[in-house]
């Protein structure tokens, strides 16, 4: 079975370009996360989904960053624009269920390096 | 914010030996889980303790869950080298809450 695909895997820009991530879920998830992974901060929850509509934004930094999920195969991540201390791994997951109740299937993560 | 911390934050064994990993929270939670992530790949689910549970057993892995202590371990027996990763622990952010928090993690290296 297919797990949770993100694209790309690594990623470098300068400073001030638009930044877009990529991630597909496991078909029949209905719930999608977004989370950061720094050395300093650890991983942090930057927005979840469920059956494709945004249910909490709060831990996005700043209005920089956006996400989306057209359709429960395709999320985006972006940021615009993009900041030197953006630089992190970011991570997509799915669950079948509330991510709290059941286990999350992460992606391999995006590399992200901005200069 | 974060809810777990694991302990110790780096944990160095040989191989063969059982590796014993610690996770304290700090609000009442249903359920705990804990993941591995290896090297730059992402974490993958290992195990879910809910709170009426009091110890849990998937192949060689055992988990505990001590709610009054508001602590939770991780136990690998006959360790390999395969094992080495970070370990975390996650619980729900409180009673209710649909956002998962991650520990700071548990660095394991299995000296071959």
């Known amino acids: 079975d297919a797990g949770v695909i993100q694209s790309p895997r690594h990623e470098v820009t300068e400073m001030g370009q638009e930044v877009t991530l990529r991630c597909k879920p496991i078909?029949?998830?209905?719930?999608l996360f977004w989370y950061r992974q720094t050395m300093m901060r650890g991983l942090e929850l930057l927005i979840y989904?469920?059956?494709?509509?945004?249910?909490?934004d709060s831990g996005m930094p700043e209005d920089r960053f956006s996400a989306k999920m057209p359709n429960a195969s395709f999320s985006t991540l972006k940021i615009q624009p993009s900041e030197p201390r953006d630089s992190a791994v970011y991570f997509c997951?799915?669950?079948?269920?509330?991510?709290?109740?059941?286990?999350?299937?992460f992606g391999d993560g995006t590399r992200l390096s901005i200069l | 914010s974060q809810q777990g911390e694991e302990d110790p934050q780096a944990l160095s064994i040989q191989e063969g030996e059982n590796a014993t990993m610690n996770c304290s929270y700090k609000?009442?939670?249903?359920?705990l889980q804990w993941y591995r992530q290896n090297s730059g790949r992402g974490l993958v689910h290992l195990i879910l303790?809910?709170?009426?549970?009091r110890e849990k057993h998937s192949g060689r892995l055992r988990v505990t869950l001590d709610t009054s202590k508001k602590s939770s371990s991780l136990l690998i027996t006959a360790s390999r080298a395969a094992d080495t990763a970070s370990y975390f622990c996650?619980?729900?952010?409180?009673?209710?809450?649909?956002?998962?928090?991650f520990g700071t993690g548990t660095r394991l290296t299995i000296i071959p």
């Open positions: 989904f469920n059956n494709n509509v945004p249910i909490d």
């Open positions: 997951a799915s669950s079948p269920g509330k991510g709290v109740d059941q286990p999350q299937h």
């Open positions: 303790i809910r709170s009426n549970e």
């Open positions: 996650a619980t729900p952010l409180g009673f209710g809450n649909e956002k998962l928090t």
């Open positions: 078909s029949g998830h209905d719930y």
């Open positions: 609000t009442s939670i249903n359920n």
